[in-house]
């Protein structure tokens, strides 16, 4: 496994719920019914595979292997990238207290969602941007052979071991259905 790619293919199934994110606001801006479930599962996604998986590699792995090499360019990169990750799950939580609200106060659930959901989108998309074009290739020129075994080692890890693998499959699948019914 090459970890620098793989990291970077995680980013297109992400990239997919930011469109499916917006495809939801869109139909509840229009006041169209929507399925709780599929906010529901929307959430579950994100929390589980873009921010416990994914993110989750990139912190306790990806970023302190390069923060090794003490590059000053990417140290301050990534001490941006991981204050992103941290005002990301703010947006989640208030999407998910919106989502609370989505009988009791209509009103507020559409505000609430569409304001926190654009603001998702806009972070993420920027943010999966600035590690694909400039952390990650960093990365491919600045760590060792040896650092990027463990990576993938490490990778591998919290795969099997954090999340599983049966639940990541569950979380693919969970994505692409949404995908089916939204894009
Ligand atoms: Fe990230
Ligand atoms: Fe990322």
């Known amino acids: 496994m090459d970890p620098i790619k793989y990291i970077t293919v995680e980013h297109g199934p992400i990239q997919l719920m930011l469109k499916i994110l917006g495809k939801m606001n869109e139909k509840i801006a229009n006041q169209e019914p929507i399925e ?15 921010d416990a998986c994914h993110h989750g590699k990139e912190e306790t792995l990806l970023f302190p292997a390069m923060k090794k090499n003490n590059i000053k360019k ?12 941290k005002q990301g799950r703010g ?4 999407l998910v207290e919106a989502i609370a609200k989505i009988k009791s106060d209509p009103t507020a659930f559409r505000q609430l969602f569409a304001d ?13 941007e600035k590690e694909n074009k ?17 990576l993938a080692e490490g990778f591998t890890d919290v795969e099997e071991n954090k999340i599983g693998l049966s639940r990541i499959k569950e979380l693919h699948d969970m994505v692409n259905k949404l995908k089916e019914a939204y894009l």
């Open 36 to 50: 709780k479930k599929d906010l529901d599962d929307g959430i579950i996604f994100i929390r589980e595979f873009a």
């Open 74 to 85: 990417e140290v301050e990169l990534i001490d941006i990238l991981i204050e992103e990750h």
């Open 91 to 94: 947006y989640v939580k208030n």
């Open 116 to 128: 926190n959901s654009q603001k998702y989108i806009a972070l993420l998309s920027q943010h999966i």
């Open 134 to 150: 400039i952390l990650f290739q960093e990365a491919k020129s600045s760590l060792s052979e040896s650092a990027i075994k463990e």
